[in-house]
């Protein structure tokens, strides 16, 4: 690492193991460590032991800084001649406010890289046993933001479009507005029995995998005390769960019906050449 750059690195989605090697070896290297709440102690665990420590967590509705103030930080210590990592969950480009602080960076003349980390739609989903794309069910899957910037509600977002949508979308940081995510992709058109999961707390011993379809998932998310961080996937894609699940124990993935029964035929046809 050279002198007075600043390296915007993601953690993962709670895995230590899920974290890059390149992440793993700037954090052994560091100086000062910029970290969010959502990046899991054990990755913590990487850090240079003679590093400094910053918390700067945020959750909803109760900021610890101001991200303004995050990227003044972060610019101060890497003007002072330091090796700063500013460790985010998941990727730091993807609902992260990577992209802001880079900006800042570039702003303010302060050399950066982006180390990009799994984000939590393809880990979590991949930990409770749900292929985000899958040729028989689903060829697309669509990220949404659960949150959105101040005075841009989640009414903004076009619900007629989404909900004509035939793939997988899921909903990152849903859980506060699970129940109206949920009504407006009904009220739109998505069929009430749409398979949908919520995951709370994924890839960590914690994780909680509730299974149901977009009628029941807001009331089984309340029933199953499901709390932030968790994720909100709608789909075909959803069903698999029920047999993929290979993370959990056997039994941890709750539903209270039985899930259409899903086939697993084989897939003789010859895949597309790319190239």
Same mark, same amino acid.
């Given at each position: 690492?050279?002198?007075?750059? $600043? ?24 100086? $000062? ?15 240079? %032991?003679?590093?400094?420590? $910053? ?28 090796? $700063? ?142 709390? %932030? ?47």
């Amino acid at each position: 690492m050279s002198q007075s750059r $600043v390296y915007l690195v993601g953690a993962g989605p709670g895995d230590p193991e899920l974290i890059t090697l390149k992440g793993k070896r700037v954090l052994e290297e560091a100086e $000062v460590v910029i970290y969010d709440r959502l990046v899991g102690d054990g990755v913590l665990e990487f850090v240079n %032991p003679q590093a400094e420590l $910053v918390f700067v967590g945020k959750e909803s509705s109760n900021h610890s800084r101001a991200q303004e103030e995050i990227n003044r930080l972060i610019a101060t210590h890497a003007k002072r001649g330091k090796k $700063v990592v500013r460790l985010k969950g998941g990727d730091p480009y993807i609902f992260g406010r990577g992209g802001e602080e880079a900006s800042y960076l570039f702003n303010e003349s302060i050399p950066f890289e982006v180390i990009p980390g799994v984000t939590a739609a393809s880990g979590v989903a991949a930990y409770a046993g749900i292929p985000l794309t899958d040729r028989r069910y689903s060829s697309a899957v669509t990220f949404i933001t659960g949150h959105r910037m101040k005075g841009e509600g989640i009414d903004n977002l076009n619900w007629g479009a989404l909900a004509e949508l035939n793939h997988t979308i899921v909903f990152y940081m849903g859980v506060a507005n699970i129940s109206e995510i949920t009504r407006k992709l009904t009220e739109n058109g998505r069929s009430s029995m749409t398979p949908a999961a919520i995951v709370s707390r994924g890839t960590t011993p914690e994780q909680k995998t509730v299974l149901g379809t977009l009628s029941n998932i807001s009331k089984k998310a309340f029933e199953n005390n499901v709390k %932030p961080p968790a994720l909100l996937v709608v789909g075909e894609v959803v069903n698999l769960s029920a047999v993929l699940n290979w993370f959990e124990e056997s039994g941890n993935a709750l539903e209270d019906e039985p899930l259409e029964a899903v086939s697993f035929r084989m897939v003789t046809e010859k895949a597309p050449a790319f190239g």
